[in-house]
């Protein structure tokens, strides 16, 4: 039925914001330990049209420069699916990129999860959630989350999801992402010689509910005194100092919390009030793409 197949499967990824990011440790096989809570966004999101095909393998097409074709996540989630389960469902995969990449809002995580997603259901019921979720985690860090809809706070080394409601110090999200790709490993790196960190060492041993200095941009927020600090900003904005002035302006123009996601190159800002995104949104569309939207605080 499928080889006649014209009119492709559509599938939307989503992206993510980290809101707070504190280096815990470090494991000795090189792995950061995290404290972060992850808040899933609609937008901004990549596109994947998927067709059927005879053959037991998976083909994708990018036109983005930067994407490998032939090892990306969309073929890790096909080959850690089929060797976990022993299908190889022949599929033919257009990825059209809605997310920037090295924008810190896990875009290659997204896909993958997708991908997964749609490998479950054309699996006809032979492969469970927890089977799904054992073979995301195998694909990389981050991919479970993205099998969920909700916020979560993640440890370990991004694996460990917790469900969390969030009392935030506003709703509005304004999303600056600035024309920049940030390599997710440099800004470890980085983070690494700064503080001294050795593979195996216990880090500085510190997670989101620890108090601290903290001022606007790190306010702590929510009953479980959540902070919005990312430890990643202290290696990425000295080489990248335009990310450093997104965040600056976004608390200039009133947001309550502003910090950059991930290892950059976004930023956000949380406002109390839409006329206050929209006042921002405004004032920073002429220098950076940005985008409004309200969030969800989940459970």
Known sequence: MHASQTAPIRLKAGCKINYGLAITGRRPDGYHLLDSIFIPLDEPADELLVWRQEEPA?????????????DNTLVRAWRKFRDATGLAIGLRVELRKGIPWGAGLGGGSSDAACLLRLLQTLAEGRVDEAALLAIAARVGADVPFFLQDAPMRVTGIGDVLEPVRLELPGRELVLVTPKLAVSTPWAYQTWDKL??????????????????????????????????RNDLEMAVFPSYPEIAEAKDRLLSLGAAVASMSGSGSSVFGLFQDSAGAERACEALSAVWPVRRMRICTGM
């Open 58 to 70: 998976i083909k994708v097409r990018c036109a983005e420069e930067g994407v490998d074709e032939e």
């Open 195 to 228: 503080c001294g960190q050795d593979a195996g060492s216990g880090g500085n041993e510190k997670a989101l509910t620890k108090s601290g200095a903290e001022d606007k941009d790190s306010s702590l927020s929510g009953s479980r005194g959540l902070t919005a």
